[in-house]
């Protein structure tokens, strides 16, 4: 059998008494698309920063292509790309100073990174304004500069929470043909996301934490096979959700003093 | 409707004291306080509150001692009804109140006042919680003490001047508080933008070197030619008193000085009945004016940027990357730790050009520098301080600008840290391209502050020349070793856009280093003062040879020490750049 390209024991982390990844037990097959999913305060995010390298977890354990992760895995950090949930960029350089800076940071040399990063521009629509600073561009822009920040250095594992949120439908187009472009390549993408029908679209595997721990994982079709449906119907990647993390009867008490 | 507080049908903007906004003003106390509440929760925030509570006490006595050396002063003028020396002191609290803020700025973040500004707040709130937040300063603290002092002197003397005297000592100290928010609003209004940044510096830059060269000219045969003072003060002061005694007067301390004397002479209320007095009041109406002119745009939503323009927008139309992206060969460490290095450094460089607080602060130094130079021009002794230590002195001082910056190395990245523990890199190269970037710039300065000193003091001995670099070679190793670590153990959000947004940050951070320049400061001059006043300087010079390589050794353990720290802190550092506050 292959080596998974992440790979996780009981990994566990607690923040006092609060558990916010329980005892995690999770494989991913190199060249997956793998797509995290779970509600607001599941866990995603708490276990994206442990897998690379921003959070240090509890207890367990977490392998990458098979060697143990840790804070001075720098060879392994150097084949990760990340966009983080708070996007980590610099406010006051320009895009393409940005760029340039992650790029040395991840190893390349000049020419290379001053190369890619001018390409990378190009590609995600945001070489219009130079000179604008990053702090000053939309959060969509934003979000983009965050992911061709991570991918500039070529990773063969990439981490992205949550890239889709505030992108306008060109750029989430974009977006989606760099990242089937590299799971073709061979690379491995790990993604959380609310937009389920771009997961449904875009993930050959799914695995869903809720309140930390592991409820479902699978491909689409053995999601489907666990959850009950009418005889024929083919459920969507949000009813499947909804039926595993039980989400089905709404709210109806009302807020009676909103006009 | 019962319940809900504010009566609705209260038109909103009515008044500054208002049922709405007197409740405004209560959520908002109550936000600062729940803010501090929460912070003692953790460890960090407890340690704070100590720190900021200390730095209140250390400010409150220096104040204190101020007040007693001002009111002394002002007891004797007083007596012998040397009114005309009386704004010597005036002069005196307004150089401290305005000068300090603006030679030591802080990077700390301001509790921002701007969250206000989506909801229904009066401009008149918006202005007067403005003013009330950052009344600590330690400059407020001292000015508002030292009047007192000055005050207190004066009526001790003659007791029918200190009712009018409070209520002209109220309004100047009015004025002071409101001319110190106004010239920061203003320089910040300036410096946002690229052009004036750039100008400003250039005209700063020109002017110092021209003052360097023309200075000598002006004043060849100054100090010697005059009489000798009274009361101690010396000949210098007492000529400046004279010479700019028809001009200072039409200034606002000067006008202050004016209206004290009329009231010394005249007794009683002519001072508040003065033309002098009215002075004051036109200008202090003049700076609440350009204040509001500057927060009614803040008010309004500006926000200060370079707003470079956008280009065209080109048809959205999405394009294959042309070259594939892929992982490249693995280096050495030694060849990635040197690109880490250069990335860093570039980086730095980047936002330091951008960076008005920044840049403000490294210039800002030379001025002070300047003047001692100047003072100490003819080998004037003052009180033990002989001129050989003048360049030492200077160079200390200049120094003591970057300290901010070196304690705390992270503080230019915000959540941009998150980036160093994602990337296959070593803080400890992270850290080393900080030191040796704040290092070449301190150099640079160094460089120029001896150029400037000798320049006007002439080529400097030998033995001063020797004691100053390896005193320079003893000092920074250990700031830059403190600072390392406290970058790490106690860090700060930084604000790097605004020099007028100042306020509550890390007290700690700032307490443990102006402990750290004390102590070094300290072991420096026990070591150079006493020699110099042997005349032995020469003998200083292997002493701090051996404390340079301490030190510097010290230093490079710092490094590895460091990186250690922010292993292990790691949530805390990037928690507290990344978290919404
Ligand atoms: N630094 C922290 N201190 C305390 N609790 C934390 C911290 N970080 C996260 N948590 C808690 O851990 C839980 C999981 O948070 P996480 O950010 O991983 O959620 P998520 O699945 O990414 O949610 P979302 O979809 O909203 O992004 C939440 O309950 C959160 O409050
Ligand atoms: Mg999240």
């Not at chain 1, 390298?53 to 392998?63: A, K, V």
């Not at chain 2, 340690?47 to 001692?65: D, P, Q, R, W």
């Not at chain 2, 508002?144 to 000055?150: A, N, P």
Request: glycine content about 10%.
């Amino acid at each position: 059998m292959l080596t998974p390209a992440i790979e996780t024991r009981s990994l566990t982390r607690k923040f006092g008494d609060f558990t916010a990844v329980d005892n995690l037990d999770l494989s991913v097959a190199g060249g997956q698309f793998f797509g995290f999913l779970g509600p607001n305060g599941a866990g995603k995010s708490t276990t994206i920063k442990m897998l690379t390298g921003l959070l240090e977890p509890t207890s367990g354990e977490m392998y990458i292509f098979g060697e143990r992760f840790g804070a001075n895995a720098l060879e392994l950090k150097r084949q990760i790309g990340v966009v983080p949930e708070g996007m980590a960029l610099q406010g006051r350089l320009t895009a393409s100073e940005y760029l340039n800076f992650v790029g040395r940071m991840y190893g390349l040399d000049k020419a290379t990174t001053k190369m890619r990063a001018e390409e990378l521009l190009d590609f995600m629509q945001l070489a219009d304004e130079p000179k604008k600073l990053i702090t000053d561009f939309s959060h969509g822009m934003q979000k983009k500069l965050a992911l061709a920040a991570a991918v500039i250095h070529g990773p063969k594992l990439l981490f992205l929470d949550e890239p889709f949120e505030g992108v306008d439908a060109i750029a989430a187009r974009m977006l989606k043909i760099l990242l089937t472009g590299m799971i073709q390549k061979g690379a491995t993408i790990f993604l959380t996301s609310h937009v389920l029908e771009i997961v449904e679209r875009l993930c050959s595997h799914v695995a869903i934490i809720h309140q930390g721990k592991l409820v479902a994982n699978g491909s689409l079709e053995e999601l489907r096979a666990g959850v009950p449906s009418a005889a024929g119907e083919k459920l969507t990647l949000e009813q499947i959700f909804l039926g595993i993390v039980g989400g089905g009867e709404a709210n109806t008490q009302e807020l009676s003093w909103l006009a | 409707m019962a319940g809900v507080g504010v009566d609705p049908t209260e038109p909103v903007s009515s008044r500054l004291f208002g049922s709405l906004a007197r409740a405004q003003y209560a959520a908002v106390l109550a936000l600062r306080w729940r803010l501090l509440v929460n912070s003692l929760r953790s460890s960090q925030g407890a340690f704070e509150l100590g720190a900021k509570i200390l730095s209140v006490l250390l400010y409150l006595s220096i104040g204190f001692s101020m007040a007693i050396g001002f009111g002394f002063g002002a007891y004797g003028m007083a007596s012998e009804g040397e009114w005309k020396l009386l704004p010597i002191l005036i002069w005196g609290v307004f150089v401290i109140w305005q000068v300090l803020p603006i030679l030591h700025i802080s990077f700390k973040q301001q509790f921002d006042l701007n969250i206000l500004l989506r909801f229904p707040v009066r401009f008149g709130s918006f202005f007067a919680l403005t003013l009330l937040f950052g009344i600590s300063d330690p400059s407020t603290i001292f000015g508002v003490l030292s009047l007192l002092g000055i005050w207190l002197g004066i009526s001790a003397v003659n007791s029918a001047l200190a009712l009018p005297l409070a209520a002209l000592f109220l309004l100047y100290a009015a004025f002071n508080i409101l001319l110190v928010r106004t010239v920061f609003a203003w320089i910040d209004r300036w410096l946002a933008q690229r052009k004036t940044r750039e100008v400003v510096s250039v005209i700063f830059f020109a002017c110092i070197l021209s003052l360097q060269f023309f200075n000598p000219v002006w004043y060849t045969n100054d100090t010697n030619s005059m009489a000798h003072g009274t009361h101690g003060l010396s000949p210098a002061l007492l000529h400046i008193v004279h010479v700019t005694s028809q001009y200072q007067r039409w200034l606002p301390p000067g006008a202050v000085g004016m209206a004290v004397r009329l009231g010394g002479v005249n007794g009683g209320y002519a001072l508040l009945l003065s033309q002098w007095t009215a002075l004051l009041v036109a200008y202090t109406l003049v700076i609440v004016a350009l204040l509001v002119l500057r927060l009614r745009a803040e008010f309004r939503g500006e926000i200060l940027t370079d707003g470079a323009p956008a280009r065209k927008l080109q048809t959205q139309v999405v394009r294959p990357l042309r070259q594939a992206i892929e992982l490249p060969e693995a280096q050495t460490a030694a060849d990635s730790a040197r690109g880490v290095v250069i990335a860093v450094i570039s980086k730095e460089l980047s936002i330091m050009k951008r960076s008005a607080p920044i840049l403000y602060t490294i210039i800002a130094p030379l001025i002070p520098c300047l003047l001692l130079a100047w003072k100490f021009m003819r080998g004037a002794v003052v009180a033990g301080f002989s001129s050989p230590l003048v360049m030492p002195a200077c160079i200390a001082f200049t120094l003591l600008g970057f300290i901010n910056l070196i304690s705390n190395l992270f503080g230019t990245e915000g959540v941009g840290i998150q980036l160093y523990f994602m990337a296959p890199v070593r803080l400890r190269s992270v850290l080393l391209a900080k030191n040796l970037f704040y290092g070449a710039l301190m150099m640079i300065e160094v460089v120029v502050v001896g150029l400037m000193v000798s320049l006007r003091m002439g080529l400097p001995h030998i033995d001063s020349l020797l004691t100053t670099i390896f005193w320079v070679l003893f000092a920074l190793p250990c700031y830059y070793a403190a600072g390392n670590l406290l970058s790490v153990q106690f860090p700060y959000k930084m604000n790097l856009g605004r020099i007028g947004k100042r306020g509550a940050g890390s007290q700690a951070n700032g307490l443990l280093s102006l402990l750290v320049q004390m102590v070094v400061t300290g072991i420096g001059a026990s070591v150079l003062v006493p020699l110099a006043l042997l005349g032995r300087l020469w003998i200083a010079v292997p002493i701090l040879m051996l404390l340079a390589v301490g030190a510097i050794v010290l230093w490079r353990f710092s490094l590895s020490a460091a990186e250690k720290i922010a292993q292990q802190r790691m949530e805390k550092l990037t928690g507290i750049f990344a978290r919404a506050d």
